[in-house]
């Protein structure tokens, strides 16, 4: 084989598992275009009625903090409790938060 | 009560039932049959994936309508026996579906070539007047136009792709167009159905799909090959050689060990 096969973009998949939740981060697939990553998605991640939405982005868009920063962003926050909405009572009715 | 020609009407109802349901069910499962292989050896594991969650879909719809068609017949075959334990000529599935995969090309056009001829039958077979193909068509058509958007997004993409991928795509669509003559000929089951309005006149079908693959065709900047007198008639059970091949890899278990399970 003269041609050297090149794997397709990676991506990024977010799946909302039901109305009023959050798309959340599954996995990853490979495809070569939004239409076909949106199929790979459904068919690997919603085989078992995983979702009713799907999300699908070009890793290569995601920009990723710098692990080597993780001290100078996070750390600052640890000393700050009193940010933690703790000091209230929850409703039983609030669902989901 | 002997004889009575409301019994007799209803019996011979029941037969062209049995027939319709085999026809509709061997075509979905011949198909399952022919993706299956690709389990192991697609492209790539997302679209191994895709084949096979296609394939389920079609074994899904062949499950229920050979269920349907042992419970008419009366005789006490199940689904099984129905799959496994007849002979190539007692299936009537289209030629097309037994068509083998060549190669990637060929299996997205073969896939594509049905799922818009599935997605016009489903569509309108919801107005079936035997509410098991009602319920059928119901479900099936939600499956179909999923197949119908992933091979369809493949025919376009291969097609208006690279110049090995738009030939390959071209050849299949050359060696298949022949067997598509045969989804809206008159002379079989399906004609006999329209008459006693269980399901749609399969000429009535042809002008959508029609309309349907020549739009996706022009997108992918692919030939629509001429209309050819040749007809293959798997539907009257005149089948290629493909499907005896086909029918031996898929029915060796239980015809060797007759009853076995897992």
Redesign the interface.
Same mark, same amino acid.
């Given at each position: 084989m003269s041609q050297q096969r090149k794997q397709?973009p990676l991506w990024e998949v977010f799946i909302r598992a039901r109305s009023g939740l959050e798309h959340k981060h599954v996995g990853s697939? %490979?495809?070569? *275009?939004a239409?076909?990553a949106i199929? %790979?998605a459904? *068919?690997?991640y919603t085989?078992r009625q995983e979702g009713v939405s799907i999300w699908v982005v070009r890793s290569s868009d995601i920009t990723a903090s710098d692990p080597g920063e993780a001290e100078a962003l996070f750390e600052p926050a640890k000393d700050k409790i009193y940010r933690h909405p703790t000091f209230y009572a929850i409703p039983d009715e609030v669902k989901n938060l | 009560m002997s004889a009575s020609p409301a019994i007799v009407t209803h019996s011979a109802s029941a037969e062209l039932r049995f027939r319709y349901a085999t026809y509709l069910g061997d075509t979905s499962l011949i198909l399952a049959q022919r993706l299956g292989e690709w389990v192991g050896h697609a492209p790539?594991?997302?679209e191994d994936?895709?084949l096979a969650?296609i394939a389920l879909d079609l074994l899904g719809q062949a499950r229920y309508l050979l269920s349907y068609a042992g419970e008419i017949e009366g005789k006490g075959r199940s689904e099984d026996d129905l799959a496994f334990l007849r002979d190539p000529s007692d299936f009537s599935n289209l030629a097309l579906v037994e068509q083998p995969n060549v190669d990637f090309g060929h299996t997205i056009v073969r896939q594509f070539l049905l799922d818009a001829w599935q997605l016009e039958l489903f569509e309108k077979l919801q107005a079936s007047s035997e509410p098991r193909f009602a319920e059928l068509a119901a479900k099936a058509l939600k499956e179909t136009r999923?197949h119908y958007?992933?091979s369809a997004?493949w025919v376009v993409?291969l097609g208006d792709g690279t110049e090995e991928s738009h030939n390959r795509v071209q050849a299949g669509l050359d060696a298949l167009w022949r067997f598509t003559s045969e989804m809206f000929a008159p002379g079989a089951a399906d004609e006999e159905a329209a008459a006693a309005g269980l399901g749609p006149d399969p000429a009535s079908l042809r002008a959508a799909w029609l309309a349907n693959v020549e739009q996706v065709l022009q997108t992918a900047t692919l030939k629509r090959p001429a209309d050819v007198p040749f007809r293959w008639f798997g539907k009257r059970h005149q089948h290629t050689d493909h499907l005896s091949h086909l029918l031996a890899e898929m029915q060796f278990m239980q015809r060797t060990y007759p009853g076995a399970q897992w």
């Open positions: 397709w697939i %490979h495809a070569v *275009d239409r076909m199929e %790979h459904r *068919d690997l085989r | 790539a594991l997302e994936l895709a969650n999923y958007r992933f997004g993409r």
